[in-house]
Structure formats: structure tokens, C-alpha cells
């Protein structure tokens, strides 16, 4: 079992910035994958940022490249968001998420959200 918690949302101007921060607890060895996820009001679910153990580089969504920055402290077991140069497209509530396998079975967990509002 993984535990995740969120901090960091709030209100912010456009072109301002926040920081993201989720810490992972529990059986965080065998987490496979962790990054972050955002869902605006009447959206899907997507995909911001993440890392996959074994890959060499992170993924991160086209939409925020050059904007967003994705980072991790494996000794804190920590992911950050580093948001900059926000719009108002970027209003959602950001999810933490990471998975693990426990055999052939995918265990995903998520954090209880944090909302990021950017007024215009």
C-alpha cells in the first residue's frame, strides 16, 4: 500500500507560479511509476507529469513544456510540479499519482487532489 499526499495549490495570477509537492509513505520500494495528473471542471483526467522506473527521461505533456518543470527526491520520496508562467488553462485540481505491480496486477493510488485556480 502507498500513501499520497499533496501540498502546494492555491490561487495565482496569470503568468505567476506555484510548486507542487507529493509525498509518497508505505511500500514506496516498489513503486513503479508516480507523477501527477489534472482534471479541469467538465474535462477528462490527464496526464501532466511523470517518471517510470527504468526509463531515462520523464515524461511531461506537451501543453505545459518550457512551463512546467517535474522533478523528484527519491531520499524524501517526494515529486514536485514547478509551475510557471501559469494560465487559465491551467485551473484544475492536480492529483498525485503512483502505481506498482504486484505480480501481474497494476495497483494504482492518488492522492486526494489540490486545487490550482489562475485568474486572468
Known amino acids: 500500500q502507498v500513501h499520497l499526499v499533496e501540498s502546494g495549490g492555491g490561487l495565482v495570477q496569470s503568468g505567476g507560479s506555484l510548486r507542487l509537492s507529493c509525498v509518497a509513505s508505505g511500500r514506496t520500494f516498489s513503486i513503479n511509476s508516480m507523477g501527477w495528473y489534472r482534471q479541469a471542471p467538465g474535462k477528462e483526467r490527464e496526464l501532466v507529469a511523470q517518471w517510470i522506473r527504468g526509463n531515462t527521461e520523464n515524461t511531461i505533456t506537451d501543453s505545459v513544456k518550457g512551463r512546467f518543470t517535474f522533478s523528484r527526491d527519491n531520499a524524501k520520496n517526494t515529486v514536485y510540479l514547478q509551475m510557471n508562467n501559469v494560465n487559465p488553462e491551467d485551473t484544475a485540481v492536480y492529483f498525485c499519482?503512483?502505481?506498482?505491480?504486484?505480480?501481474?496486477?497494476?495497483?494504482?493510488?492518488w492522492g486526494q487532489g489540490t486545487q490550482v485556480t489562475v485568474s486572468s
Open positions: 499519482h503512483a502505481d506498482q505491480w504486484l505480480g501481474p496486477r497494476r495497483l494504482q493510488y
